[in-house]
């Protein structure tokens, strides 16, 4: 490689010094001595040059022979080099086989964590809801708070959180095969923390007794206040089954089977007084209509039941009596009677000289005569049976005005806001009808009864006019 750069150096300088001889000789000509020492100086230059000229070849022989020796050196580098790239290779694609099982084997693994977490998690929120329902947590306060840890943690539950889930079963379980009795705290329907005796039946019920007032009742557990609460104040009948259970008085009680959901419908459940109210202010004329038909239907109950409408057996004797002429007797028959047809009877009696026509028409004023105290009430309950229902048909105006006006105000999303003026309008028109219905059947009846007896006096007066008219002609025939 190098000797390329010597040997032009050679040749540079050797067509130097020809130029410089042959501008010599043309200059100076004669000079020989000159020539000869620029001769004998290129011979040493050539002589120089050829030595040189040996050595690089030497040197370049060594160099190519030091080259392929280098060449050949890593050759076997390369190669061994590629054989090493090859087993990495082997290894790597090895090692990337393995790496794609963990993860495929990680991922199945992870997917049955979740799947193992999920169905701790679905277990602990079911076992919730059954402890919030539960009578037995009333008894053991701040129950659901594991519970409540295991559902908002994200973290996965382990071995601890399903041993507490499966204690909290075993208990609830144990706990609703016992009858539990104690004195104990709760939140009375006023809404005030009150204490008495608490039964709780296994895991179905529990009842309380209030040690201030004696009241007793049904409870369940409230999860927001994590204390037991009392929902529902029950008829006279069951709080004295229960008073008689709490005081170990009786074995028979009283259970709901529903869990507390029965109780609570019932606490959730307005009574008849809180129907009542939502009716209006239109509630109490309608009231007030049935009050005084209820006491005048009492006052011609009571009137009507004490006029005796079998009169014939009366008014026979009478005939016969009437028939001999002993008028004395019919008199003294007739004092000891009281009732409307008697009454007629006796003035009929009293008018007996009187000709046809003045003892009919004395009939017929005594027979008037008996009609207001028959008829009293009557119209009166007449026109209350139709007042009622028009006074439902105003509350039922007024209550869907009312509910117009919740719809223009707040619009119609919410159901609730409109519940007042339909309660008004459905409460008023089914008292009123409650009420009218009753004094209809009433009215009715008394006017069939008044009828009755006004056809008993009207019969008798006709019987006693025509025995009388037959007791003066012989009366007559025998003078």
Known sequence: MRTRPIFCMILGLFLFFSGSLSWSVATYGDDSGLLRRATVQVEKEKQAAELENRLSQTEI?????AAKAAKASAARRVAELKAVIAGQEKELEKLAKEQQDSEKKSRLALLKLN??????????RDLAAMLE?????????????PLRKILKETAYPGMKEIVTISDLYLDEMRASAEVRRSQASFIGLDGRRASGQVVRLGALSTIYQDTADGSCGYAVFGSENDALLAVSKPSWRVSKNLKKFIAQESESVYLDFSGGDAVRRLALTPSSWERLLSGGILVWPILLVGLVALIFSLERFFFLSRVKSNTDKVMGSIIQLVAVGDFQRCMELLENKKGPVFRVLAAGLGARKAARDVLESVLEEAILKELPRLEKFLPTLQVLAAIAPLLGLLG???????????????????P????GGISEALITTK???????????LHTWFARRVDAIIGDMEEKSVSLSIALQGGGRRMKDEG
């Open 431 to 441: 008292l009123g009808l409650t009420v009218a219905i009753p004094i209809i059947l």
């Open 61 to 65: 022989a060594a160099l190519k022979k």
């Open 133 to 145: 329902n539960s009578p037995v947590s009333g008894d053991l306060p701040g129950r659901l708070e």
């Open 396 to 414: 039922t105006v007024t209550g869907m005005i009312n509910t117009f006006q919740v719809i223009t105000v707040y619009g119609a999303g919410d």
């Open 416 to 419: 609730r806001m409109m519940s």
């Open 115 to 124: 799947e193992l977490a999920g169905v701790v998690r679905t277990s602990a």
